[in-house]
């Protein structure tokens, strides 16, 4: 049983998405930048399994699965990076990392 | 009883969500995006997708979460400032800002999305069986290619970890 309009879902995930995005823009921690990208992986899940529950389908939970593989695999790869990249500079601020701009 | 649930999981994300982003203290931020999880996950429920739903909760939650929090503890980066912009990346932010509530503001008034009653067949997703069907048949490629994946990810971070040796300091 489900009150809920789609419009209510996507409104949420649409909501979700920009919280995130804009962690990803004003934020200087490289580590709380990856987790607002997390942030916005999960708002499309979101809107993905709305969708498909509306419509009778299976595909967008199937597609939903796929993303949590990929997502893990980023995770592990992206922090990997954060690590490396710490040893080699000391910082994970975004503003000390700019050795590419001059 | 069921759209009181959906208001209380949608403010639990929403609050959560804006935790993680204005949170100065990282761990703060990461137990924020714990909460945000199990918020959507209750959504998840909702929407009759159980099995994501726990594996929101299995693969997030438990794996990606503690992953965050032992690389935070790891590097130990408290005590800096986080705020403070540019006033380029405040001004581009705001734009953006505008543009998104534009688009959502558009989407709520002239929205057509409204599906055909969702409860005159029950949810496809709520049963295992559909599942795997449709992963060992129309999706057998892309498994393949996610376990790929998988192995390729394994090898790099295997590679990236190891002891990085050359200047110290790259500036």
């Given at each position: 049983?489900?009150?809920?309009?789609?419009?209510?879902?996507?409104?949420?995930?649409?909501?979700?998405?920009?919280?995130?995005?804009?962690?990803?823009?004003?934020?200087?921690?490289?580590?709380?930048?990856?987790?607002?990208?997390?942030?916005?992986?999960?708002?499309?899940?979101?809107?993905?399994?709305?969708?498909?529950?509306?419509?009778?389908?299976?595909?967008?939970?199937?597609?939903?699965?796929?993303?949590?593989?990929?997502?893990?695999?980023?995770?592990?790869?992206?922090?990997?990076?954060?690590?490396?990249?710490?040893?080699?500079r000391?910082?994970?601020q975004v503003d000390e990392l700019n050795a590419l701009k001059n | 009883?069921?759209?009181?649930?959906?208001?209380?999981?949608?403010?639990?994300?929403?609050?959560?969500?804006?935790?993680?982003?204005?949170?100065?203290?990282?761990?703060?931020?990461?137990?924020?995006?714990?909460?945000?999880?199990?918020?959507?996950?209750?959504?998840?429920?909702?929407?009759?997708?159980?099995?994501?739903?726990?594996?929101?909760?299995?693969?997030?939650?438990?794996?990606?979460?503690?992953?965050?929090?032992?690389?935070?503890?790891?590097?130990?980066?408290?005590?800096?400032?986080?705020?403070?912009?540019k006033?380029l990346?405040?001004?581009?932010?705001?734009?953006?800002?505008?543009?998104?509530?534009?688009?959502?503001?558009?989407?709520?008034?002239?929205?057509?999305?409204?599906?055909?009653?969702?409860?005159?067949?029950?949810?496809?997703?709520?049963?295992?069986?559909?599942?795997?069907?449709?992963?060992?048949?129309?999706?057998?490629?892309?498994?393949?290619?996610?376990?790929?994946?998988?192995?390729?990810?394994?090898?790099?971070?295997?590679?990236?970890?190891?002891?990085?040796?050359?200047?110290?300091?790259a500036k």
């Amino acid at each position: 049983m489900i009150t809920a309009t789609l419009n209510e879902y996507i409104i949420l995930s649409v909501v979700l998405f920009a919280i995130g995005f804009f962690g990803v823009l004003l934020r200087k921690n490289t580590l709380v930048i990856f987790m607002s990208l997390e942030l916005m992986l999960v708002a499309s899940t979101l809107g993905l399994v709305a969708f498909s529950r509306y419509n009778h389908t299976l595909d967008g939970n199937v597609f939903v699965f796929f993303i949590f593989t990929v997502a893990a695999a980023e995770v592990a790869v992206g922090l990997a990076i954060i690590v490396a990249l710490f040893r080699k500079r000391h910082t994970i601020q975004v503003d000390e990392l700019n050795a590419l701009k001059n | 009883m069921a759209p009181a649930l959906f208001h209380l999981f949608a403010l639990l994300t929403i609050a959560s969500a804006v935790g993680v982003v204005a949170n100065k203290n990282a761990v703060n931020a990461a137990m924020s995006f714990l909460l945000c999880l199990v918020g959507v996950a209750g959504l998840f429920v909702q929407l009759d997708a159980y099995l994501l739903a726990f594996l929101l909760l299995l693969v997030y939650a438990g794996a990606v979460v503690a992953l965050f929090l032992f690389i935070i503890m790891l590097l130990d980066t408290q005590g800096r400032q986080n705020w403070g912009f540019k006033k380029l990346s405040t001004f581009t932010s705001l734009v953006a800002l505008g543009l998104l509530l534009t688009g959502l503001g558009t989407f709520v008034t002239r929205g057509q999305l409204d599906a055909p009653n969702p409860n005159a067949a029950g949810g496809v997703g709520a049963a295992l069986k559909p599942y795997a069907y449709q992963l060992f048949t129309t999706y057998l490629l892309p498994v393949q290619v996610m376990g790929f994946l998988l192995l390729i990810a394994m090898l790099g971070v295997i590679v990236l970890s190891r002891k990085i040796d050359g200047p110290e300091d790259a500036k």
